[in-house]
């Protein structure tokens, strides 16, 4: 760690440095940060990008009383450096240590959480209308990437801001990329200001005078710049329109200018929007190549950007695989993501069918109304979309989706516990928000082959449906060449019993079939059933099962609450069932970033769990063969 870093223990440590030590210290964060990342990993690349712009930021506003609220908050790691947490920044996205994202509970400078993009400016003006309400005097930063304005949020909050405040800084930090590169009109808006000629010729000439007068003369080229900008696109200066002032664009690497920017824009007695350019995944060479790689991602080597081969496909590979086959005889077939093509690994799907793959920009609301549109002209849309994220677009799956029973499959990858990222990002929730809503089938595979039946199946279904799968690498079973459709609402008994029935949903099969050899052990006979579909569910099953076991164990990757194992206990006591029902699940409660099998561990879903939870009913049963543990 560099010298001048070692000393910065708070922003005051910050504010006491000169021009020429604050770049230096920009090139030390750098170099900790591609050091540090390369072991634990993380967002490098959007970090990379707003090191100066974090800085300056502090170098002027004083957090806590101030407050800086991050897009996302994936590229929050130099604000969580400079604000007291260097000493347990190499615990970033650890089991115990930091969070990757912003969070209250943190820290007193981290005003507001976030994971999910869009919030940043609502959340701001949230603040700003409370501190003028409450006679109070704190500046409220909101800064928000480029790809945050494909958002409807993000313009459902700048439609209200002028109304609400007068004193309101927005950043625009624009590096041109999401995760992949930005897309849509405004994503072409911004380029259009990025590469005008007069805004080039300012940004040089900023940079000769600042070298000449130091910071001070910087304000007059943000105005200079601003007035390009207006000159260029007059009479329509999107921003303006909003009602804030608009400034910039301005070099985001450029200290001294950003710092005398901000001092100005303090001042201002109306709402602000400051454009402020950087370079994604500056100062790493091999981040600047790959900036799709590099937004987020596990241990690399720190020289060459290297990371190991991944060994087994993961889920989403399988999916997007499968899908290029199903819609190489299916013309009715198109996807949609909601700048997630990596993620999804629709990026695999675009170069077969470019004419009907749709990045629709963050902006999961539109993505489903998208696909109902297209549902209703004949089409078989599938939305790509992490289970997350489509937390968001709840009421256009109820209210345009499933209320017309429209064909539209809904892919939720990511769905059970995502780990590192923590509590933004478990896919804890779907379940709860898709059983309940009428005409939806809902499955989930046990391993990659079911998932691409699945798949194949969906698309024979005449209304909604939606598959969850996980984050990560698939079971490696054999594939068939060609998908089989399943028949809907049937489950798959993978072995008969008679004295406890356990239903392992998903990837929890494993966690079944560990139990069940312990029950075996112990001289009992237990029955492994697949679920594959939540909903419907297989009555039939539930019938035989019920009245034949002591028990049911439920097994699913998801909140107990409203998941997959209510589901089951719903089903029985319509039945007339009082069988007992072990729910192995997510207790009732926000899990935190961590490793997978460790939360499991510590929350109780694994078979061990189950076991002690089955010993009431087991007391019951008359045994055969009793061995011994
Ligand atoms: C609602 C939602 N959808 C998708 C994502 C996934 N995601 C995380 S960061 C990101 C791109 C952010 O780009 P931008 O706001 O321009 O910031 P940058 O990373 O370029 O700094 C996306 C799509 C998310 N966090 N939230």
Redesign the pocket.
Known sequence: MGTLLESIHSPADLKRLNYVQMDELAAEIREYLIQTLSKTGG?L??NL??VELTMALHMVFNTPEDKILF??S??SYIHKILTGRLDRFETIRQPGGLNGFTLRTESEHDCYG?????TALSAALGMAVARDLAGGKENVIAV??????T?GITFEAMNNIADQTKRLIVVL???????DR?VGAIARYFHRIVTNERYKHLHDSATRIIEKFGGKKAVEVVRRAEEAAKGMLWPSLLFEEFGLEYYGPIDGHNLPLLVETFKFLKAAEHPVLLHVL?Q?GRGFQPALDKQKKF??LGPYDPETGKTEPNGKPTYSEVFANTLVQLATTDERIVAIT???PS?TCLDLFRPHFPKRYFDVG?A?EHAVIFAAGMATRGFRPVCA??S??LQ?AFDPIVHDVCLQKLPVLFCLDRAGLSGDDGP??HGLFDIGYLRGIPEMVLMAPKDEDELADMMATAFQIPGPSAIRYPRGAVVGVARKAEPEIIPVGKAEVIQDGSDVAILGLGTMMPLANELAARLERNGYSAAVINPRFVKPLDREMLDLYSRRVAAIVTFEDHVKMGGFGSAVVETLDEMGSSVPVVRIGWPDHFIEHGKVDDLRARYGLTADAAWLQLQPYLAHIKHRTRVAI
Do not use: S
Not at 114 to 118: D, M, R, S, V
Not at 144 to 149: I, V
């Open positions: 967002h690349g959007p990008g707003v897009d996302v994936h590229q976030a994971g999910h993009a869009g928000a990437g480029d790809a945050a304005f958002n930090n624009d590096n041109e990329w999401a995760i930005n950087t994604k937004h987020g909601a700048a997630m993620g963050i999961e979309i992490y997350t994220f968001r933004t990002h």
